[in-house]
T-cell receptor, first 114, second 111 residues
Framework: AQSVTQLGSHVSVSEGALVLLRCNYS??????LFWYVQYPNQGLQLLLK??????LVKGINGFEAEFKKSETSFHLTKPSAHMSDAAEYFC????????????FGSGTKLNVKP | EAQVTQNPRYLITVTGKKLTVTCSQN?????MSWYRQDPGLGLRQIYY???????DKGDVPEGYKVSRKEKRNFPLILESPSPNQTSLYFC??????????FGPGTRLTVL
């Protein structure tokens, strides 16, 4: 089974600062990779995904992530944080040979300070 | 409006009393899935379904059952709930590979 590691259960940044949320996965075969966002008392919403092709993926709300096979990483970034970015973020993977099974990281809560 | 709905949204029950959490989607999606979310553990997949009458186990299927008799519905059944099944449950559906749409969640407490 896959494992997904998100470093830092809580990350705090100032408004306007760079957001960097880290995600590493365990598979030796490149999986499919996702970032989801969860606002309080809501379900999850897809931010972006990587399946094949360009390793730098752009998503909604100004977020992007880069797939680095050599580092088994898929870190999420945003150049300038907004107060509205405060939420919990989940990295997820699915196996490229069984894309119906998903594995999520434990989540990172992003706090944005004014 | 395209959506995934879950009912009930909140449920408090007692150990051993069978319950069903319903999930319905109006987007004609083939793929549906159930997850539980627990603090510090993220989401863990319970069961998924690729289409009507086709289901398979996720990472944590013990204590749960599912059925997919219609494309739009994917109920989650707890035959004999136990306190360790107290959790926040999410249903999701997908029209194509990977882009899952999540329901609003069902918060279950088993006493």
């Amino acid at each position: 089974a896959q494992s997904v590691t998100q470093l830092g259960s809580h990350v705090s940044v100032s408004e306007g600062a760079l957001v960097l949320l880290r995600c590493n996965y365990s598979s030796s075969v490149p999986p499919y990779l996702f970032w989801y966002v969860q606002y309080p008392n809501q379900g999850l919403q897809l931010l972006l995904k990587y399946t094949t092709g360009a390793t730098l993926v752009k998503g909604i709300n100004g977020f992007e992530a880069e797939f680095k096979k050599s580092e088994t990483s898929f870190h999420l970034t945003k150049p300038s944080a907004h107060m509205s970015d405060a939420a919990e973020y989940f990295c997820a993977v699915s196996e490229s040979y069984n894309f119906n099974k998903f594995y999520f990281g434990s989540g990172t809560k992003l706090n944005v300070k004014p | 409006e395209a959506q995934v709905t879950q009912n009930p949204r909140y449920l408090i029950t007692v150990t051993g009393k069978k319950l069903t959490v319903t999930c319905s989607q109006n987007m004609n999606h083939e793929y549906m899935s159930w997850y539980r979310q627990d603090p510090g553990l993220g989401l863990r997949q319970i069961y998924y379904s690729m289409n009507v009458e086709v289901t398979d186990k996720g990472d944590v299927p013990e204590g749960y059952k599912v059925s997919r008799k219609e494309k739009r519905n994917f109920p989650l059944i707890l035959e004999s709930p136990s306190p360790n099944q107290t959790s926040l449950y999410f249903c999701a559906s997908s029209p194509v590979l990977h882009t899952q749409y999540f329901g609003p969640g069902t918060r279950l407490t088993v006493l």
